[in-house]
């Protein structure tokens, strides 16, 4: 059964930088082309895609967040993590990580499963 | 960035009704289209992959189409469980892009 949970603090304040791991199970971040992004949702709002990385260790981010996000992978440990810098209250959302997939048959990829998501408040 | 925007923003319908969500790229996304469904405190869930795709588990009462810009989701007979908010997403480039989300509410 393939599983993903998100942890990292849920109160940060202004100008801090939040980091946030998820862990993976059932898959392996070393099989080809295995992914994960992490997606973020603001209450009440619509979801955001943030950033991916593959296990060739490919990376993607948001244009508008680009300068302030980094995504990395511990294979070891089966976990892919997120920092993003310089927090400000209108980061706060419920941040979701998901495995990517694709299929031989099909084009592209899609987000399955997902985190059950963790809220991350910011504030002073 | 591909813009996604999805059509109605909200809906409201019975149950055993017929909806239909409309998703439309900013540019030509061949097929690179997917569909989740996401209920209130629930992180979403995948219905539709490459605009037309089932997947596994999904009720068969649920269908994409379309291809280039444009795209529907369709739910041929609406269920109680069915009133959610549906997401449209692109993976035709990066950055990955959702559309706003349609809110299917009941009548």
């Known amino acids: 059964q393939v599983t993903l949970k998100e942890s990292g603090p849920v109160l940060v304040k202004p100008t801090e930088t939040l980091t946030l791991t998820c862990t993976v199970s059932?898959?392996?971040?070393?099989?080809?082309?295995?992914?994960v992004s992490w997606i973020r949702q603001p209450p009440g709002k619509a979801l955001e895609w943030l950033a991916h990385?593959?296990?060739?260790?490919?990376?993607s981010y948001s244009t508008s967040l680009k300068s302030r996000l980094t995504i990395t992978k511990d294979t070891s440990k089966s976990q892919v993590v997120l920092t993003m810098t310089n927090m400000d209250p209108v980061d706060t959302a419920t941040y979701y990580c998901?495995?990517?997939?694709?299929?031989?048959?099909?084009?592209?990829?899609?987000?399955?499963?997902w985190g059950q998501g963790t809220l991350v408040t910011v504030s002073s | 960035d591909i813009q996604m925007t999805q059509s109605p923003s909200s809906l409201s319908a019975s149950v055993a009704d017929r909806v239909t969500i409309t998703c439309r790229a900013s540019?030509?996304?061949?097929?690179?289209l997917n569909w989740y469904q996401q209920k209130p405190g629930k992180a979403p869930k995948l219905l539709i992959y490459?605009?037309?795709n089932l997947q596994s588990g999904v009720p068969s009462r649920f269908s994409g189409s379309g291809s280039g810009t444009d795209f529907t989701l369709t739910i041929s007979s609406l269920q109680p469980e069915d009133f959610a908010t549906y997401y449209c997403?692109?993976?035709?480039?990066?950055?990955?892009?959702f559309g706003q989300g349609t809110k299917v509410e009941i009548k």
């Open positions: 990385i593959f296990s060739n260790d490919e990376k």
């Open positions: 998901a495995r990517i997939s694709s299929s031989s048959w099909s084009v592209g990829d899609w987000f399955d499963p």
């Open positions: 490459a605009a037309s």
């Open positions: 540019q030509s996304i061949s097929n690179y």
């Open positions: 997403q692109q993976s035709y480039s990066t950055p990955w892009t």
């Open positions: 059932g898959f392996s971040l070393n099989n080809a082309r295995m992914g």
